[in-house]
């Protein structure tokens, strides 16, 4: 399968497991959610792996630690959003990490004083933010400010855990160990929130989907790994974008999702940011930093 075609259906299958976090909602805590989600994954990659000959042992735990915890916060907090927000909202909130990681740049660069700032990179930033804006508004008229604030935090997470994943590759961790101790971690940290929150009654349908949940994520980052490691990073991510438009058609067939014009501008406009931002590293930074991440 060509690294497009397998960008087209890693995005699906996130967008489905969107779905699934949504209707598990109702039944499990994100905590919950997240631990059954990595639990899945953590035995799908040690299979994986085995299967590939890939050894699971590492020389950098350290590295290992801070961004599986990066990773898991934002996953936590993406779930929670993905429950109380229409699902395109939150799909789309998560998806500005690539504008945060543009933000990050800049601060990096200002900071150092190691580069001159780009004019165009600014304006990148800007337009992502007037996006939120825009998404959010309908948000805040339903009183719902607190879980929007919720998916931008995920997706500015996200970005710090991506740019750790960035610094794993070029330390020599193979993909699949990242993402087995990623999962892992996930497990940790899911069992914990659900130690303090308690456990949900299991029903089939509720099982169905949190297996359902670990399936697809898992099988979507590896496809999302795979395509981001052979095909060109400007064309896989103007594809990637892709997950929004499922999750909008999703949101509107399954859960009556109310169709506005502020939210279509804003999105329209965060998947613009998006991909400048994505070009505008592509030239600043080497090789795979310049790629925006595959799963939190």
């Known amino acids: 399968m060509t690294p497009a075609w397998l960008i087209v259906m890693a995005t699906f299958l996130f967008a489905t497991m969107g779905v699934c976090v949504k209707l598990a909602s109702t039944q499990y805590t994100a905590g919950e ?28 735990p350290a590295m290992h630690f801070w961004r599986s915890l990066s990773g898991v916060v934002s996953l936590v907090l993406w779930f929670y959003a993905i429950g109380n927000l229409p699902l395109a909202t939150a799909m ?18 200002a900071l150092l004083g190691t580069a001159r700032i780009d004019g165009r990179l600014i304006a990148t930033v800007l337009l992502g933010f007037c996006g939120v804006a ?3 508004r309908p948000t805040i008229e339903q009183e719902q400010l607190w879980h929007g604030l919720i998916g931008l935090l995920s997706g500015m997470i996200a970005a710090t855990a991506y740019l750790q994943v960035t610094a794993l590759g070029r330390a020599g961790e193979p993909e699949e160990r990242i993402v087995f101790y990623f999962s892992a971690s996930g497990i940790a940290a899911g069992l914990l929130t659900t130690l303090w ?9 509720g099982a169905a989907l949190l ?4 399936v697809l994520a898992t099988v979507a ?17 103007s594809l990637q974008y892709l997950g929004i438009a499922y999750s909008f058609v999703y949101g509107v067939l ?16 965060i998947v613009g940011a998006g991909l400048a931002a994505t070009q505008l590293r592509s030239k600043a930074l080497p090789g795979d930093a310049a790629k925006p991440p595959t799963e939190s």
């Open 254 to 269: 399954l859960f009556d999702d109310r169709i506005t014009w502020m939210a279509l501008a804003g999105m329209l406009l």
């Open 33 to 60: 959610m997240v631990l059954y989600r990595s639990l899945t994954g953590t035995l799908m990659m040690f299979a994986w792996s085995r299967w590939r000959g890939v050894r699971l042992a590492t020389t950098l």
């Open 134 to 136: 825009l998404v959010l």
């Open 211 to 214: 297996l359902a949940i670990g």
């Open 92 to 109: 789309t909130l998560n998806y500005m990490s690539s504008v945060w990681m543009a933000l990050f740049l800049l601060g990096g660069a």
């Open 197 to 205: 929150t308690g456990f949900s009654a299991h029903t089939a349908g």
């Open 221 to 237: 980052q590896l496809m999302m790994t795979r395509a981001y490691s052979t095909g060109p990073t400007l064309v896989n991510a």
